[in-house]
């Protein structure tokens, strides 16, 4: 399997034949793509978002929208009271209190899902429920609570609160013709209750990327099995399905390929076409990094391997067809960094979403941190949301190889490749790991 602590710089004698195939120069090195231009050629790669289809709005969750949704309709329709009360003309009222209520006849009833026709005048109230429209002739409701009944004629109101009057005006939610949800938007609970407050049934989205997932090595074994003495669980395949599943993809597991060329080879061509494949283990350089000799001969057009980031460097990226390839190294971390770092926002540009990739922003550090300077950092963090410093701490353990730390973490942190120390105080670039729904 890969090893991604292998030096950045060997000699051709450390080399296996299948590396010595693709470079030159014992400068390894000087092949890594710096992180931004390796996000752009995949982007790149990208040329058209998938199909549409039309869904149920309440198959749509996890979606992306590929229409505006625009409101045929006023909402509310009408003036609609917030409150369970009486509705009042506000003159009439705004000087009562308890120790001088004010005493008013009350004409009807207004409940939900009807429409009182008649009109309040002067001194007259009608018991109106949450939802009612408001009856002609008020521009007030005074809530149950701030009267008392007095039979089923009056009814005397103890106050009234002269900066809302429990009335959500028509049109106040949305008028015809205007933009509720722009195209590119992903359907969230609240987006559905949108579209469905303008009475769409249906909308239109773009179809989920269709992911496989390929594990390689000869160590790994799914859970459920008994490992053998040098034996390990494939952490990745499971990992690497929950992110795409989670992030909106139709995605399959393919299962684990021993570490041969043939093997991987039979993995790979005995599924049908995916959108992107994601082979895990086998792209660093070691004996058994098998995975560039087995797309090699799959006649997979190499576009690059290696970016300068840590973790993940030894990252495949290729094409066949319309097919995107990348090959992730075996170390859990690094493997589920890339996945976020490239294979997300890739996902994301297919379906036409808006935004790419994680949510970015930007947060204190609360602890210092030394480094190695050479490559672009995503380092594990950890909010502390208390009042006294509401900043981000610096997991101690950065191993890519262990994988508890990243659970245990909110945030990426980006660190540039120059520097050498992060001190307490510092602001940086992160990546929430936390502010997606899982789709449908």
């Not at 693709?22 to 790149?44: V, W, Y």
């Not at 609609?80 to 003309?89: E, F, L, P, Q």
Request: glycine share 8%; hydrophobic share 40%.
């Amino acid at each position: 399997m890969g090893n991604e602590q292998a030096n950045d710089f060997m000699g051709t004698h450390l080399m296996t034949t299948h590396a010595q195939k693709r470079m030159s120069t014992p400068d390894i090195k000087r092949n890594l793509l710096p992180f931004e231009e390796a996000l752009a050629i995949c982007l790149s790669e990208v040329k058209d978002p998938l199909a549409t289809e039309q869904l149920s709005l309440m198959a749509s969750l996890g979606r992306i929208l590929r229409e505006d949704i625009i409101s045929q309709y006023f909402i509310p329709p009408f003036n609609k009271s917030m409150m369970d009360g009486y509705a009042v003309k506000f003159a009439d009222v705004e000087n009562a209190s308890v120790e001088d209520p004010v005493r008013l006849k009350v004409i009807g009833d207004a409940p939900a899902g009807t429409f009182n026709t008649k009109v309040i005048q002067s001194g007259e109230s009608i018991r109106i429920m949450t939802g009612a429209p408001v009856p002609a002739g008020a521009d007030t409701v005074i809530a149950l609570e701030d009267t008392i009944s007095i039979g089923e004629d009056s009814v005397d109101i103890l106050g009234c609160f002269k900066d809302n009057h429990f009335i959500i005006e028509k049109g106040k939610d949305m008028i015809p013709g205007q933009v509720i949800i722009k195209k590119g938007e992903k359907i969230t609970p609240a987006v559905m209750g949108m579209i469905a407050n303008c009475g769409a049934s249906h909308i239109n989205v773009s179809r989920r990327p269709r992911i496989g997932i390929l594990s390689t090595g000869n160590e790994l074994v799914n859970p459920g099995d008994i490992p053998k003495e040098g034996q390990i669980f494939d952490i990745n395949g499971y990992s690497l399905f929950g992110l795409a599943k989670h992030y909106g993809a139709d995605v399959s597991y393919l299962g684990i390929a021993k570490d041969n060329c043939e093997d991987v080879s039979r993995f790979i061509e005995s599924y049908y076409k995916w959108d992107i494949l994601i082979l895990s283990g086998g792209v660093s350089v070691g004996d058994y990094d098998v995975v560039h000799d087995a797309l090699q001969k799959l006649d997979v057009d190499e576009i690059f391997w290696r970016v300068r980031i840590k973790p993940g460097k030894p990252l495949f990226f290729g094409k066949k067809e319309s097919s995107l390839i990348f090959g992730l190294p075996g170390n859990p971390v690094s493997a589920l960094t890339n996945f976020l770092m490239f294979i997300l926002p890739v996902m994301d540009k297919m379906t036409g979403k808006a935004s790419t990739g994680l949510k970015k922003g930007y947060a204190r550090v609360l602890n210092n941190c030394l480094l190695k300077p050479g490559r672009r950092k995503f380092l594990r963090g950890k909010f502390d949301n208390s009042s006294s410093h509401n900043g981000v701490f610096i997991m101690s353990e950065q191993k890519s190889g262990i994988f508890r730390p990243l659970v245990e973490s909110d945030v990426l942190l980006e660190v540039h490749e120059d520097v050498k120390y992060v001190k307490e105080g510092d602001i940086v670039k992160i990546y929430y790991l936390n502010n997606d729904i899982v789709a449908s």
